[in-house]
């Protein structure tokens, strides 16, 4: 196995992954709609490898033009990145999500069955959990109940659908990767999360405090059943994620398997703050408001089957992540 798609290819996790990818000898070609990543990730990439990768500026929504990239190559293994991910937005434009990461997957998966392309990576989500009694979610937990927002239930469907398809296609192999939270950039400081438009996530909202572009960090509650009483969540470092999809695809094999992909060590909104004060030797400002809507007090991953089963661990810290945070955050200053 030798020539991967990746789609997504220059956002944040995939841009980390194909990295990882060319470094293990794999040819990668990018598949990309530059929705919410800049072209210019083609060069980083090349800048930290030495080989860049081919560019396909193709919006999956587009079947005819993913057809031609698929006509063009001969692909072992499609890694599935692509999609919108922005939780709020997607109550906001349920219609938009469900457009783009389902009719996105389903174009993909229709590529993939006319080339015989048989082999799929894809990016799902923590947020298939839903509502669990346990805070540490196992791959065996009943998924796609309680889940609370269109974004969530489109990685609920798109995993329900891959189920589906591979029953079709016995030569089908696939493997959902559940990820947690990652954070962090490339230790390069040339690969970072760089967001088109106004962030929700945590870490990218602390790097545009840090660099002005937002006031201060609004910390959403300090009231949850936990030691601070901030909510706790499982970060894991972008590059340990990427590794795992390299490892992942020395363990494909007829059907589906679902891993998560986390550290299985849960951090505190005010251990990030305090983590990030740390590394960057400056005061965070912030301050405490309401909780927000649809945020569970903690969870974390049981990260015991992909220990186990793909010798797969992580290696780096949240002060790792931090570190690297910084490093990105002053090499990209303008
Ligand atoms: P990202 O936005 O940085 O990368 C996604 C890429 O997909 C972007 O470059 C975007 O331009 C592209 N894209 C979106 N719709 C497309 C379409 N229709 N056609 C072609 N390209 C399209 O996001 P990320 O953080 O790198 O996430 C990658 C994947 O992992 C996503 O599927 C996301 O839902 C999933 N995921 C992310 C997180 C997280 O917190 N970052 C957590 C769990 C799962
Ligand atoms: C982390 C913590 C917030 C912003 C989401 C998706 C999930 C997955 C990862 C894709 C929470 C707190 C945040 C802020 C804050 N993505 N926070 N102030 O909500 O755990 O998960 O991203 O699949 O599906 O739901 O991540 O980064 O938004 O929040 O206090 O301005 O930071 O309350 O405790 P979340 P997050």
Redesign the pocket.
């Known amino acids: 196995m030798n020539k991967i798609l990746a789609?997504?290819g220059?956002?944040?996790?995939?841009s980390h992954t194909v990295v990882e990818l060319i470094k293990a000898g794999y040819e990668v070609d990018i598949?990309?709609?530059?929705?919410?990543?800049k072209s210019t990730v083609i060069d980083k990439i090349e800048e930290i490898t030495g080989k860049k990768p081919n560019f396909y500026k193709?919006?999956?929504?587009d079947s005819e033009e993913l057809e031609k990239v698929f006509n063009q190559n001969e692909y072992d293994a499609v890694l599935h990145?692509?999609?919108?991910?922005a939780v709020g937005e997607s109550v906001e434009k349920p219609l938009l999500y469900f457009h783009?990461n389902i009719t996105?997957t389903i174009n993909l998966l229709k590529a993939m069955q006319n080339h015989h392309v048989d082999k799929l990576i894809f990016?799902?989500?923590?947020?298939v959990y839903g509502v669990q009694d346990s805070p540490e979610y196992i791959e065996t937990m009943q998924t796609g109940v309680g889940i609370s927002n269109p974004?969530g239930r489109t990685?609920y469907f798109i995993e329900e659908i891959i189920k589906d398809y591979a029953t079709s296609n016995p030569d089908f192999e696939a493997i959902l990767l559940r990820?947690?939270?990652?954070v962090g950039a490339h230790p390069s400081g040339l690969l970072g999360?760089d967001?088109n438009g106004i962030p929700n996530?945590l870490m990218p909202i602390i790097m545009r405090v840090w660099d002005g572009r937002i006031d201060q960090l609004s910390v959403y509650g300090n009231d949850y059943p936990t030691a601070d009483g901030t909510c706790r969540r499982d970060y894991i470092h972008v590059v340990d994620l990427a590794k795992g999809h390299v490892i992942c695809l020395n363990h494909l094999k007829k059907g589906v398997e679902v891993y998560n992909l986390g550290t299985g060590e849960p951090s505190s909104v005010m251990e990030i703050i305090n983590a990030f004060e740390k590394a960057s030797n400056e005061k965070l400002p912030y301050k405490i408001i309401e909780r927000r809507a649809g945020d569970l007090p903690e969870f974390w991953a049981d990260a015991h089957k992909a220990n186990s089963e793909l010798g797969w661990h992580t290696e780096l810290t949240i002060d790792d992540a931090m570190r690297d945070t910084i490093n990105y955050l002053k090499k990209n200053k303008d």
């Open positions: 789609t997504g220059t956002g944040y996790i995939g598949v990309d709609n530059l929705f919410n990543s193709v919006d999956l929504l990145f692509a999609g919108l991910k783009n996105g990016s799902s989500s923590a947020t974004y990685k990820y947690f939270n990652p999360e967001p996530n």
